[in-house]
């Protein structure tokens, strides 16, 4: 009769939450405020990388802000190239 150990060597899909998961949703987050144009490629990196390896949510969380983060940053070059180089934000 044989055995069946909980604990295991390999990865599975749906299992523990990757560093890189992590690194990728902490980059989208901080990248919708500030450097977007550094930020915003590596959480896609990153959240490609552990979506690979593990398949978590959070891995596609991380994707998906990145390519926010890119979006967001065409979207504030092209309005900067409209207003002749500048950007501002006026309130009132």
């Known amino acids: 009769m044989s055995t069946y150990s909980r604990t295991?060597?390999?990865?599975?899909?749906?299992?523990?939450t990757?560093?890189?998961a992590i690194a990728g949703l902490v980059c989208g987050i901080v990248g919708l405020f500030i450097l977007p144009?550094?930020?915003g490629p590596l959480a896609i990196v990153f959240g490609?990388?552990?979506?690979?390896?593990?398949?978590?949510?959070?891995?596609k969380w991380a994707l998906?802000?990145?390519v926010v983060?890119?979006?967001?940053?065409?979207v504030m070059f092209a309005v900067a190239a409209n207003n002749g180089g500048?950007?501002?934000?006026?309130?009132g």
Do not use: E, N
């Open 86 to 91: 500048s950007f501002s934000w006026h309130i």
């Open 37 to 39: 144009i550094v930020l």
């Open 48 to 59: 490609a990388v552990a979506l690979r390896r593990t398949g978590s949510a959070m891995a």
């Open 18 to 20: 990757s560093g890189l």
């Open 8 to 16: 295991g060597t390999g990865t599975r899909k749906g299992g523990r």
């Open 64 to 66: 998906g802000l990145g």
């Open 69 to 74: 983060d890119i979006v967001l940053m065409i």
